[in-house]
């Protein structure tokens, strides 16, 4: 896996976040692995190769989460991305909030996304159940315009 491919930090002082960024490094092979979709998840589909990828970034960083979370307990768990990387952290924020036990029983109003100009990779009913923490950011030229 390339390193590149997202950055942790542990915001102190004024803000008062944990942010996980997503860059668009991410590997072709995960990108283009899209069974139409056949990948089911919580109720609805995803796209295969950003949950792939999402999914990844949740077992290679879940200690660390899990972590930062106890430690800073007031703290928000923020993920952000664009475009294709936006797809991935809004992902990436489903698993959390459907694994929230795996770092440190975080409640579900202390995490977030910002997923900015995203590639639609999830259906419908998804995007409704989960509007509460992901926030799709879109202007007039996206043509897709659902997380």
């Known amino acids: 896996m390339c390193l590149d491919f997202f950055f942790l930090t542990a915001c102190d002082l004024h803000i008062r976040d944990l942010h996980s960024c997503c860059t668009q490094s991410l590997l072709p092979q995960l990108l283009l692995d899209d069974k139409l979709g056949q990948t089911k998840f919580d109720g609805g589909y995803v796209h295969t190769g950003l949950l792939k990828g999402a999914q990844w970034v949740f077992d290679t960083e879940c200690d660390v989460l899990k972590e930062l979370v106890e430690k800073y307990e007031d703290?928000?768990?923020?993920?952000?991305?664009?475009?294709?990387?936006?797809?991935?952290?809004?992902?990436?924020?489903?698993?959390?909030?459907?694994?929230?036990?795996?770092?440190?029983?975080?409640?579900?109003?202390?995490?977030?996304c910002f997923a900015i100009a995203p590639a639609r990779c999830v259906s419908l009913n998804l995007a409704v159940r989960y509007a509460d923490v992901i926030n799709s950011v879109c202007d007039y030229y996206d043509f897709e315009f659902l997380f």
């Not at 664009?82 to 579900?108: C, E, F, Q, W, Y």
Request: positive net charge; glycine residues 10%.
């Open 75 to 112: 703290y928000t768990l923020t993920f952000a991305g664009h475009s294709l990387g936006a797809g991935v952290v809004t992902l990436l924020t489903m698993l959390v909030v459907k694994n929230r036990d795996k770092i440190g029983n975080i409640d579900r109003k202390r995490i977030r």
